[in-house]
């Protein structure tokens, strides 16, 4: 069965400084991979996927995220936090087809951060 | 572009009792998913339509639960009786179809806290 691990389930950083959410995950096949973001009372939001191709993919408000096969990680960066970014990260992943099609989540990273 | 729109935002129902959601997804995205997202956990997968048809049914509760997609655009999941941990947002979401690696448009959410 494909799983998700979030390892922390909050994350403090300085406004300014660089950010990281850690992701990582199991799945039978290749992996499509993606990130999403849930402000409160609201839905989930689309920030940026792996499907092939360069490891370090760019997404949505200076977001990216590096793929990384060997240690099956697919961790979120951003050089300089801003409060704005305050929300709740969840990572997903879906099989190219020899697993579930389904899309599994990670239970979710709050990230905090501070003026 | 509109969202995926969803309602009712917020529902506050007895046990055994019964409950309706209703689900508009992007226009012109054929494929609509249904998730069940406790607090402080990840959402999960209930449903997912293809057009009018059921793709994937298997972690819906089908004693309790069924949804329904009739003219392959609005949706309905209704629970029948619910039960205390029927508590959750249920999340509807949309993609343009069924490949792997589309990301999906997830909606505000539905609220249910059952009694």
């Known amino acids: 069965a494909q799983s998700v691990a979030q390892p922390e389930d909050q994350v403090n950083v300085a406004e300014g400084n660089p950010l990281t959410v850690k992701c990582t995950y199991s799945?039978?096949?290749?992996?499509?991979l993606f990130w999403y973001v849930q402000y409160p009372n609201r839905g989930l939001q689309f920030l940026l996927k792996?499907?092939?191709?360069?490891?370090l993919v760019k997404g949505s408000y200076g977001f990216e995220a590096e793929f990384n096969k060997s240690q099956t990680s697919f961790h979120l960066k951003k050089p300089s936090a801003l409060v704005s970014d305050s929300a709740l990260y969840f990572c997903?992943?879906?099989?190219?087809?020899?697993?579930?099609?389904?899309?599994?989540f990670g239970k979710g990273t709050k990230l905090s951060v501070i003026p | 572009e509109a969202g995926v729109a969803q309602s009712p935002r917020y529902k506050i129902i007895e046990k055994r009792q019964s409950v309706a959601f209703w689900c508009n997804p992007i226009?012109?995205?054929?494929?609509l998913y249904w998730y069940q997202q406790i607090l402080g956990q990840g959402p999960k997968l209930l449903i997912q339509?293809?057009?009018?048809?059921?793709?994937?049914d298997s972690q819906l509760p089908k004693d309790r639960f069924s949804a329904e997609r009739l003219k392959g655009v609005d949706s309905t999941l209704k629970i029948q009786p619910a039960k205390l941990e029927d508590s959750a947002v249920y999340l509807c979401?949309?993609?343009?179809?069924?490949?792997?690696?589309?990301?999906?448009?997830f909606g505000p959410g539905t609220r249910l806290t059952v009694l």
């Open positions: 979401a949309s993609s343009l179809m069924t490949v792997e690696y589309n990301e999906q448009f």
């Open positions: 799945v039978s096949g290749n992996p499509y």
């Open positions: 792996y499907i092939t191709g360069d490891n």
């Open positions: 997903a992943v879906r099989s190219d087809g020899a697993g579930s099609y389904q899309l599994t």
């Open positions: 226009s012109g995205h054929a494929t």
């Open positions: 339509f293809q057009n009018n048809g059921v793709v994937d």
